[in-house]
């Protein structure tokens, strides 16, 4: 008798909340259809196989549905907006200041809301104040700045120098990543007041990690964030692997490196951002300024910092070769404005106002 009454019953709640799971709220943007449970995931999952990329999936539905696309990923109802409009109009709106939450974001911040760059409100104020006015008390956006930079651009120089005058013939250099260490090189300077190698293994180690991770899985989180109880039964095709070995390295490097600045330790020295932050965490007991935070904040600055600009510098060497014509352009005016006897400085920027390195750039 239970079992003839329950079994209907639950099949009544799980049909009711299928039905529930698949209508939109009112005034939502238009997408595709949704499934129970699963919303639209289904056709994202195929479409994302068919192109690669999440951008382009989200262009693709923009040409259909609109520069406001309506999605729910499996329990997540997401807004992408789309367009140049579209886009500069949300960001003008307080409403969109607000970061991401959920599995993905978390696992890589000791399953806290941690860091800078995916946490918001009081936190995020905080901790964004705090590491801006140190990273320039430090030099971040100074002269000093500036002759960090040119030292790693002369080792570059004569790193790559070396390698051509080992094997001119067969020359093959990997551009997308030729520049990880010395981009890492220029910002550690400031955040922790050390130098590496050019030819570190370990820290060209971590950085295919980084890149492996970001090839796994994008910022949205993918299917790990949607649904991470598949990390269990597939962890390679939720990107989860590759995540867990990146972060996991990462931390390992950055404990490290802590424990070498409290070892030599002087308050009211602040040689780098860690030695800032260390003061305060012993000067501020139950506040936001912990070990763990500051371990977050380093990963965020370690991987915003040194990924975003090796893919920008990834994509320019690419443009150069599609556009040789372009880049002998460019050559004559780096020749005209710098010359051959010296590194370019910011305060060449200005003669670049019309010529073709700014409209390429």
């Not at 520069?67 to 140049?84: E, F, H, N, Q, R």
């Not at 030729?178 to 030819?199: P, Y």
């Not at 990390?231 to 990146?246: A, F, I």
Request: charged content about 25%; overall charge neutral; hydrophobic content about 40%.
């Amino acid at each position: 008798m239970i079992f003839q009454v329950f079994v209907p019953a639950l099949l009544l709640l799980l049909f009711t909340l299928a039905g529930l799971s698949c209508i939109k709220p009112k005034m939502f943007p238009p997408g595709p259809a949704w499934f129970p449970f699963v919303g639209c995931f289904v056709q994202f999952q195929q479409l994302y196989r068919k192109i690669g990329y999440c951008h382009l999936v989200w262009a693709k539905w923009a040409e259909k549905y609109g520069p406001l696309i309506g999605l729910k990923l499996g329990k997540d109802k997401i807004v992408v907006v789309s367009g140049y409009k579209a886009i500069k109009h949300a960001y003008s709106k307080e409403d969109f200041d607000g970061r991401p939450d959920g599995f993905f974001f978390r696992m890589r911040t000791f399953h806290q809301r941690l860091g800078v760059v995916f946490v918001d409100g009081e936190l995020w104020s905080e901790q964004r104040k705090f590491t801006t006015r140190h990273l320039r008390t430090l030099g971040m956006g100074t002269n000093s700045m500036e002759n960090i930079i040119n030292e790693e651009v002369e080792a570059l120089i004569r790193s790559l120098n070396d390698k051509i005058g080992q094997n001119k013939e067969n020359m093959e250099l990997e551009l997308h990543n030729l520049c990880d260490i010395s981009i890492l090189n220029t910002l550690w300077a400031v955040v922790a007041g050390k130098r590496f190698e050019l030819e570190d293994p370990r820290l060209i180690k971590m950085f295919k990690l980084q890149h492996a991770s970001f090839r796994a899985i994008d910022m949205s989180g993918g299917l790990l964030n949607q649904m991470p109880f598949l990390r269990h039964v597939m962890p390679e095709r939720t990107g989860y692997k590759n995540l867990m070995e990146n972060t996991l390295a990462n931390y390992q490097f950055l404990r490290e490196t802590l424990e070498e600045h409290k070892e030599t330790h002087v308050p009211g020295e602040h040689n780098d951002l860690i030695d800032a932050f260390i003061d305060e965490i012993d000067g501020k007991k139950d506040s936001n300024f912990t070990d763990e935070q500051l371990l977050a904040l380093c990963q965020d600055l370690f991987m915003a910092g040194s990924e975003t600009t090796s893919t920008t510098l990834g994509f320019l060497f690419e443009k150069f070769l599609i556009y040789q014509k372009m880049q002998a352009r460019v050559q004559n005016d780096i020749d005209a404005v710098v010359g051959r006897g010296r590194l370019p400085n910011l305060s060449d920027r200005t003669q670049y106002e019309n010529l073709a390195t700014k409209s390429f750039i």
